[in-house]
C-alpha cells in the first residue's frame, strides 16, 4: 500500500491460546487522504473493506478527508472531542518547541487516552464498530498517522482477542520503520514551506514517532486506576464478556 502510511493487516499475530488473527479482516493505517487508485482497488477487492473508522477530529477531516469508498461504510469518532490543548494532529506537534516538550506531551497524551471519558467512549465505538462489521468484510481504522489513537485501539482490540502483551508491543513500535519515509518527507516540508527551527525540527521527531514509554504509560494508568485492562474494558468502556467472545469469533482463526 504505496499510497496509505503506516498500513498493516494484524492478520496472523498469534494469540495466547494457539489461534491467530484471521487475514485480510482487520487493518490499522494512517489517513486515507491520498490512497491511489490501484490501493483502493486492493482495498476492495482483495481485503474486501466493508467499513472505515477515522479517529481524526473534524479540523483534520474537513482539510484532508479520506477517499470515499463505494459500498463501505465511513464513520468518524474524534478520539479528542471536547479535550483541549492535547491531540496528535499534524498542528498539535508543531506547537511542541522542544524534544524535551514532545516527549512529555506524548505521555500526557497517553494518560489523557485513559482516562478522558470522551476518549474512553470514543474507543468503545471502535471496538462496536469492530463488532458491527460484515464476517465477510475487513475493517480498517486510523488516524492521521496511524500510531496513537490508532495504536491504542489497536492494543484494545489485541487484548480483547488474547493476543500477547509482547506481540502488542510489537505491532505498536512497527509504525517506526513504517512512517520512516513519510516522516522524512513531513519534515523537509515544514523546513521547506515553514522555516522551523532545527530545535523544533527535533520535537517533530520525537512526536512523528511512537516509544514504548508512551504505551506504557498507557497500561499503568488503566492499572493504577481500574486494576488492569481486564476492568478497564469491562467497566469503563462496558465491553462485556459476550462483545468480547463475539470479536474472539469473528476476528480469530485456528493458528496454521
Request: proline letters at 2%; glycine letters at 6%; aromatic letters at 8%.
Amino acid at each position: 500500500m504505496d499510497s496509505i502510511t503506516n498500513f498493516r493487516d494484524l492478520g496472523g499475530i498469534k494469540t495466547q491460546d494457539n489461534k491467530e488473527v484471521a487475514a485480510n479482516k482487520l487493518l490499522r493505517s494512517g489517513e486515507l487522504s491520498r490512497v491511489s487508485l490501484q490501493d483502493q482497488k486492493a482495498l476492495l477487492e482483495d481485503y474486501h473493506l466493508g467499513k472505515i473508522i477515522d479517529l481524526r477530529s473534524l479540523a483534520e477531516v474537513q482539510e484532508r478527508p479520506d477517499k470515499i469508498f463505494a459500498q463501505t461504510a465511513y464513520q468518524n469518532i474524534d478520539i479528542f472531542k471536547n479535550i483541549h490543548n492535547q491531540g496528535t494532529s499534524m498542528a498539535d506537534f508543531k506547537q511542541l518547541m522542544t524534544p524535551e516538550t514532545a516527549h512529555g506531551y506524548m505521555s500526557k497524551t497517553y494518560q489523557i487516552m485513559a482516562l478522558n471519558p470522551d476518549a474512553q467512549a470514543g474507543f468503545r465505538q471502535v471496538i462496536e464498530g469492530a463488532l458491527a462489521t460484515d464476517p465477510d468484510k475487513s475493517f480498517l481504522f486510523h488516524c492521521f498517522a496511524g500510531k496513537d489513537r490508532t495504536g491504542i485501539s489497536a492494543a484494545l482490540l489485541l487484548e480483547i482477542l488474547k493476543v500477547p502483551r509482547d506481540s502488542i508491543y510489537q505491532d505498536y513500535l512497527l509504525t517506526n520503520q513504517l512512517r520512516l519515509k513519510e516522516n522524512e518527507a513531513v519534515i523537509s516540508q515544514a523546513i521547506k514551506n515553514e522555516g522551523v527551527s532545527p530545535q523544533n525540527v527535533e520535537s517533530l521527531k520525537v512526536a512523528l514517532n511512537v516509544d514504548s514509554h508512551y504505551l506504557d504509560t498507557f497500561y499503568q494508568t488503566v492499572d493504577k486506576e481500574f486494576g488492569g485492562i481486564e476492568n478497564y474494558l469491562s467497566q469503563e468502556l462496558k465491553i462485556d464478556s459476550q462483545m468480547q467472545k463475539d470479536l474472539q469469533e469473528l476476528y480469530l482463526t485456528d493458528a496454521k
